[in-house]
């Protein structure tokens, strides 16, 4: 995907994948914003998001708020993994939000792009703009989590994995996140067996066991305790999903035969093996 600039007024966002072009179609009439400029994401299917923020089709429901005309194509910029597009409109709304729960918002946006485009100083900072804006939002914590687990700070990735935990118990995506840590940690310090298997099983329980990354997670958590013939068999059964995602099969097939040598699994050194976007 790349973006094209036409005008400083004008931007449109040009793909070879034929279904995102006739997709974007119905939204091409996305236009005034800040006083009259005209847009055109023509490729672009600008999603609806959770909560007050837009309407269902994804366009601003109050064109009056410029900050919602400036957080929309920021958005849709972060779905097109168009990082600089979408910091630069979502820091524009940014200068025209005003409530905490929008600013908390914008900031994890923000956050996500910034942690697409590489640059995990500048997500957690982000992040913690967000926390501090809305103490009491889950995503935040998960989202810097995952960064600081990507950067190696896995003592603060489990801290704030916690925090997600507490403030939304029954969230299967911050419930994997911690199990998978406390399972995989290559920091022995923050490995804990017995608690990867509470989180990994009640993950699993609210996905209905039907979520192959859900029990890959337990099953390393049972091997962390060494309970290997568990553990490979629950391995056997993430296999046998036909949810598993090709990029993840061959792990998931490496990680059993470690479980039938008695061996658990160590994610490498700041690394993380996979990653599950935390629900806003």
Known sequence: MRLVCLLPEFISFQTTDRNTYVKGK????????????????????????????????????????????????????????????????????????????????????????????????????????????????APDYVTRGQTYEKMGNYKAAASDYAKGVALRPDDDTTLNALAWLRATCPDASVRNGREAIRSGTKACELTGWKDSSAIDALAAAYAEIGSFDQAAKLERQALQLRSVAPEDRHGMQVRLVSYQQLKPYRQPAGLRARQKKARR
């Not at 006083?35 to 055109?40: D, E, K, L, Q, V």
């Open 26 to 137: 119905s939204i091409a009439a996305l236009a005034i914003f800040l006083g009259g400029a005209a847009f055109i994401s023509q490729p672009i299917d600008i999603r609806a998001t959770e909560g007050s923020f837009f309407d269902n089709r994804g366009i601003p429901s109050d064109q009056s708020d410029r900050w919602k005309s400036s957080a929309s194509i920021g958005s849709a910029a972060l779905e097109a993994k168009s990082y600089e597009v979408s910091i630069r409109f979502l820091s524009a709304a940014l200068d025209a939000a005003v409530k905490s729960e929008d600013i908390a918002y914008l900031h994890g946006l923000r956050g996500d792009a910034y942690r697409g485009k590489g640059d995990s100083d500048k997500a957690l900072a982000d992040y913690a703009r967000a926390v501090n804006f809305l103490p009491k939002n």
